[in-house]
Structures are given as structure tokens and as C-alpha cells.
């Protein structure tokens, strides 16, 4: 497991790099553009060239780009869909630039039109639109806090979607204070053994990729999504030790949200975490 922190956009690449690296950052989470915009600019592939040289001289492996909050392909809108499906095939080819092997996507919101219809129509989306995407770059699902009409919080509808498609393809990035938000106890030792097993009966180890690990502000099952220091939280430094101590893949990236994002409490969330790998 590799440890990191999104990166903020603001600052600027290189610098925000360097803190990252200075911080005890391994791995970083990059917003490909502004992520509530849907025109991204286009690529500075000079720029980009820059950026992958600069984070493989530190050893920031792998990069993770996360995508714009604004797709979604649940939308019962087709211009909205339209959009969202271009931005994301967008967000795969720049990730592809950035030689990035994951691209992270929130599954979507059903807006009223049901679960069902919902997830049948991610499937279809991402069944038409893979064969397009460059390879070498994996879409990654993260579950959702399941707030309002947003899809993908627990893992059956995760599975509904992911047994349409292989690993090789499609994966999955377990963020901790949603999982906790929509109800699975990321806060005890047991809690964890048992969403794990949850999550290899009904979906497969094989498909995760990646972790965001964030505290919550929030109560257990409360459906709301507010990321918190770790440690410092409702769910506590329990949970997070037991989901760290598993064998995961030493190059699997785990990414902090936490917030302020940037300052000095990167370095005091990643030497939480460290210190519970000890
Ligand atoms: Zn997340
Ligand atoms: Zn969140």
C-alpha cells in the first residue's frame, strides 16, 4: 500500500508536489481540471510531460485522477448525459496522458427515475464508451455517503454494475467515511472483517484498486458526507488499523481527503496512519 494525499489544485503542480513529497507522501490524487466545470482545457502535453518526470524523480507512484464531480451517468436528462459521458471519456484519454492507471468516478445519481433504471443505465454507458478509452487506464467506482438519489453507496449496487465488467476494466475505489455514512462500520476491528467479507462475497476483492481514507464528521448510517481528520472522527483510529493491517497490494494507492487539504495536516493524517501500520 502506497500512502497519499489528493492534491489541491490551487498552488500549482510542482510545488504542491514537493509538499506532498515532504509531507511523507507516496502516491497523489489529481483533479484533471477544475472539477466543477464541463469544458476541460486542452492538454499541454508539454506540461503534462513536465508533471510525469517531476513525480516519477520523487517516486509518486501511481497518480490518480479524480473526475469532476459533475458527471453523472444516471442522468435521465440526455443533454446532461451527453455531457457527462464526453467529460468522462475526456477525463480517460488525459489520464492516459499522465500515464495515470485509475481514473476515479462517483457511480452517479438516479435523479428519481429508480435504482434500478439508474445502475442499467451506468452499464450501459460505460459498455458503450469502453471500447473508446485508451488503455492502460481503469475506471474506478467509488461508493457514495448515498445522500439524496446517488447511486453506488452500498455493495450490491456496486456489484450490480461491476459483474457487467472484468477487473481488467472496471474496479473500485472504497472511500472509508462514505462507506461509513452509508452505514457499514469502518469504526471496529469486527466492523471491518465483516464489510471485507461483505465485499468478497458480493463484488470480490479483485476489484478494489484504491482507497480514500477519511474520518467522518458525521454519525454512522447519517447519509451525509463530511470528511474529517483521522483519528479525529466518528469512526475513530480502531477500524482504520484493522483495514490497514490487511495484505493489501504494496503498490495500491491510499489516498487522504481529509480536510484542509494542502496544509500541515497532511503531514499529521499520514503519520496517523502510519503509526497504525507500525
Ligand atoms: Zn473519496
Ligand atoms: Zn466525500
Redesign the pocket.
Given at each position: 500500500m502506497r500512502l497519499g494525499v489528493h492534491m489541491p489544485l490551487k498552488g500549482g503542480f510542482a510545488a504542491n508536489l514537493k509538499r506532498v513529497k515532504e509531507n511523507g507522501g507516496e502516491t497523489i490524487q489529481i483533479f484533471s481540471g477544475n472539477p466543477t466545470a464541463w469544458k476541460m482545457a486542452p492538454p499541454n502535453r508539454k506540461e503534462i510531460g513536465k508533471r510525469i518526470v517531476l513525480a516519477r524523480e520523487q517516486s509518486i507512484f501511481p497518480l490518480v485522477i479524480h473526475s469532476a464531480y459533475l458527471i453523472n451517468l444516471a442522468s435521465s436528462t440526455p443533454e446532461f448525459l451527453d455531457k457527462s459521458s464526453s467529460l468522462l471519456n475526456e477525463t480517460m484519454e488525459r489520464a492516459s496522458l499522465y500515464e495515470a492507471p485509475y481514473v476515479v468516478l462517483h457511480v452517479g445519481n438516479h435523479g428519481g427515475a429508480g435504482v434500478e433504471r439508474g445502475l442499467e443505465q451506468v452499464v450501459e454507458i460505460i459498455s458503450r464508451s469502453l471500447p473508446r478509452w485508451p488503455g492502460g487506464v481503469k475506471l474506478l467506482l467509488e461508493n457514495t455517503a448515498g445522500g439524496g438519489t446517488a447511486l453506488g453507496s452500498t455493495f450490491e449496487e456496486l456489484a450490480r454494475v461491476l459483474r457487467n465488467f472484468t477487473p481488467d476494466d472496471v474496479g473500485v475505489c472504497l472511500?472509508t467515511?462514505?462507506g461509513w455514512a452509508a452505514g457499514y462500520d469502518f469504526g471496529s476491528a469486527e466492523g471491518v472483517q465483516e464489510l471485507l467479507e461483505q465485499f468478497e462475497g458480493l463484488i470480490g476483492l479483485e476489484y478494489l484498486f484504491a482507497l480514500h481514507l477519511n474520518d467522518a464528521k458525521v454519525a454512522r448510517g447519517s447519509r451525509v458526507?463530511r470528511?474529517e481528520h483521522i483519528g479525529r472522527g466518528q469512526i475513530g483510529l480502531e477500524g482504520f488499523r484493522e483495514l490497514l493491517r490487511q495484505p493489501w497490494p504494496a503498490e495500491m494507492p491510499a489516498i487522504l481527503?481529509t480536510p484542509e487539504m494542502g496544509s500541515e495536516w497532511d503531514r499529521k493524517n499520514l503519520d496517523a496512519i502510519r503509526a497504525l501500520l507500525r
Open positions: 472511500d467515511a462514505h458526507d470528511h481527503e
